[in-house]
Antibody
Framework: QVQLVQSGAEVKKPGASLKVSCKASGYTFTSYGISWVRQAPGQGLEWMGWISVYNDNTNYAQNLQGRVTMTTDTSTSTAYMELRSLRSDDTAVYYC????????????WGQGTTVTVSS | SYVPTQPPSVSVAPGKTARITCGGNNIGSKNVHWYQQKPGLAPVLVIYYDSDRPSGIPERFSGSNSGNTATLTISRVEAGDEADYYCQVWDSSSDRVFGGGTKLTVL
């Protein structure tokens, strides 16, 4: 079946970097993009950015430009999201989601990765 | 930046119809998707492209989008529909953005 499986929970110190992985299975990885979405405790969903697996084009949310990088490895059908210079307000659950493009929504989601940033 | 607005909460009795709105300037010209999220779980896409339903989503869920308001309608509401619902807008200038979410309470 189609699924996205994310890496495990992380605890980071302020100023550190984070890299979350998202392994896809059950579909042709290069036919879809991947969006990353985060959710701070008790808060709503925040779109972080999107990467085309086909050509590695990226669109990042303005408030994360310069701190976030999204990449893919087609040999392992895995997407990655790296966030640098972590702050306490980066504490959140991070999700990857299959995203073909603006007309189709995010139709398959990973289980989420809990990230805690604390000194 | 474009930020769609949702009511924080909506309450409905079982068997009735729930309507959750997503407002924004000329939102009718943009693509709107809707997600259901239950506590501790990842979101689930329930409506895409304003009014299309992914496979496996009950026909009780429907969507519309016109003017300055998009609406998610849930007919014959069941206890299991209690969740947070988020609209997500896409357009070429703002890319992807979520509304603030609406908590649906089934009385």
């Amino acid at each position: 079946q189609v699924q996205l499986v994310q890496s495990g929970a992380e605890v980071k110190k302020p100023g550190a970097s984070l890299k979350v992985s998202c392994k896809a299975s059950g579909y042709t990885f290069t036919s879809y993009g991947i969006s990353w979405v985060r959710q701070a405790p008790g808060q709503g969903l925040e779109w972080m950015g999107w990467i085309s697996v086909y050509n590695d084009n990226t669109n990042y949310a303005q408030n994360l430009q310069g701190r976030v990088t999204m990449t893919t490895d087609t040999s392992t059908s895995t997407a990655y999201m790296e966030l640098r210079s972590l702050r306490s307000d980066d504490t959140a659950v991070y999700y990857c989601a299959r995203d073909r493009g603006g007309n189709y929504g995010m139709d398959v989601w990973g289980q989420g990765t809990t990230v805690t940033v604390s000194s | 930046s474009y930020v769609p607005t949702q009511p924080p909460s909506v309450s409905v009795a079982p068997g009735k119809t729930a309507r959750i709105t997503c407002g924004g300037n000329n939102i009718g010209s943009k693509n709107v998707h809707w997600y259901q999220q239950k506590p501790g779980l990842a979101p689930v896409l329930v409506i895409y492209y304003d009014s299309d339903r992914p496979s496996g989503i009950p026909e009780r869920f429907s969507g519309s989008n016109s003017g300055n308001t998009a609406t998610l309608t849930i007919s014959r509401v069941e206890a299991g529909d209690e969740a947070d619902y988020y609209c997500q807008v896409w357009d070429s200038s703002s890319d992807r953005v979520f509304g603030g979410g609406t908590k649906l309470t089934v009385l």
